[in-house]
């Protein structure tokens, strides 16, 4: 193992979580005939995108999946010294009056869900929105958000960073922290 990295989930721990999570869907969404599985982009959509063909295997129903890009929604998004490129957003049905479940792969600030949110409402309004992770990192909440599904609750310190693997871009399904070295000092003399 790489110094400053702790492995956190391996293939068959991940799929398992996967698995519960999409059953836990299951068993509060029942036919799905109210409900949309919509993924934030860009580590959101890998998650969105297996918990849906889980439950369309378990369930043999058509899950409505959409991609959303939160990009100009962003609260620092013109604090940034490079460009911001937005991702692709496709939702090709209505929200309205339905029951959103918003899918992220990590909580981490809550910034990104709170521009998740802002940018949902421009296609309607919901009847309700649940939120779910893969990770929610402790102790580093800015806002009040709370995820109705999570796979794992994470402690974490400012100096760690949470990196999910997903088969789909990498060559395995891994999650892993990494603890980064403590910002150098400058020396005086």
Do not use: C
Not at 174 to 188: A, K, R
């Amino acid at each position: 193992m790489t110094p400053g990295r702790q492995n956190l989930l391996d293939p068959v721990q991940l799929s398992l979580m996967l698995d519960r999570l999409s059953q836990e869907l299951i068993e509060r969404h029942d036919r799905f005939e109210k409900s949309v599985l919509i993924g934030l982009q860009p580590r959101g959509t890998l998650l969105a995108r297996r918990i849906h063909r889980i439950l369309e295997a378990k369930t043999g129903k058509q899950v409505p999946l959409g991609l959303l890009d939160v990009t100009f929604h962003r609260d620092d998004f013109r604090r940034r010294q490079g460009p911001l490129l937005p991702s692709d957003t496709r939702i090709d049905f209505s929200i309205e009056g339905k029951d959103v479940i918003l899918i992220d792969d990590v909580l981490f600030t809550g910034r990104t869900l709170r521009s998740g949110l802002d940018a949902l409402l421009d296609f309607g309004r919901p009847a309700r929105v649940e939120l779910m992770v893969l990770l929610h990192r402790l102790y580093s909440q800015e806002f009040p958000i709370r995820p109705d599904y999570f796979g794992r609750k994470v402690n974490t310190l400012p100096n760690q960073r949470i990196h999910v693997e997903w088969m789909e871009e990498s060559e395995r399904d891994f999650v892993w922290i990494e603890t980064l070295p403590p910002p150098s000092t400058p020396s005086v003399g």
